[in-house]
């Protein structure tokens, strides 16, 4: 590691622990071992270590974004893949650090507000281009909820313990549901939870 990329990388380690705007020139010489003014001698200002961290991050990302395996044998594993990308991707420094700097900053510098915007981008187009190898159903399939038990009821992402019991005993106590104004007399159920069920339940 030359003297260059050090201090940058020490900018960034600062940046991340106390925010780049709490980062003195004499913090980063401190922290790279220099005087000040050996650190004139790498680089004219502030603001230009911190356009040199920008450009040495995006080089960074450049050469190991998201590497997907598009060829992945099933959606399974292309989901997998994608996701264990991202965290390669971000989990370590110096990239975990850009990130948080990067979110830190992006309301008060335009410049990175620009980054964060092109890393929303870019982990989106990731993920449209991996949505392309599933097949989304125009209509959604529906659960039966005078056919289930209180077991198949409650692995409904959108029906916890407590509402598949009141489902059950609403049927053993009063017959079959009718429609959605007879789940939504149950008291387990919120008018939120309606909201979500009504596209995916059918009696």
Known sequence: MNTNED??????????????ANVSILDIATATGLRKSSL???????????????????????????????KAKDAQSLLVSLIESFIETFAEPPLSHYYAVVQQQRLYHPSFSTIAHELESMVTARVKVALS???????????????????????HPYINYYQAKAIT????????????????????????????????VEF
């Open 7 to 20: 201090i940058i990388l020490k900018t960034l380690e600062l940046g991340h622990e106390k925010g780049l």
């Open 40 to 70: 004139y001698s790498h680089f004219k200002s502030k603001d230009d270590i911190i356009q040199s961290m920008m450009d040495h991050c995006h080089d960074l990302l450049a050469e190991k974004t998201f590497m997907v395996d598009f």
């Open 133 to 155: 190898y599933f097949v989304i159903h125009d209509k959604p399939a529906k659960i039966a909820v005078n056919r289930l038990t209180l077991n198949q009821l409650k692995r």
């Open 169 to 200: 005993d609403s049927r053993r106590l009063r017959g079959p549901l009718k429609s959605l104004a007879d789940l939504r007399l149950l008291k387990d159920f919120t008018p939120e939870d309606m909201e979500r069920l009504s596209h995916y």
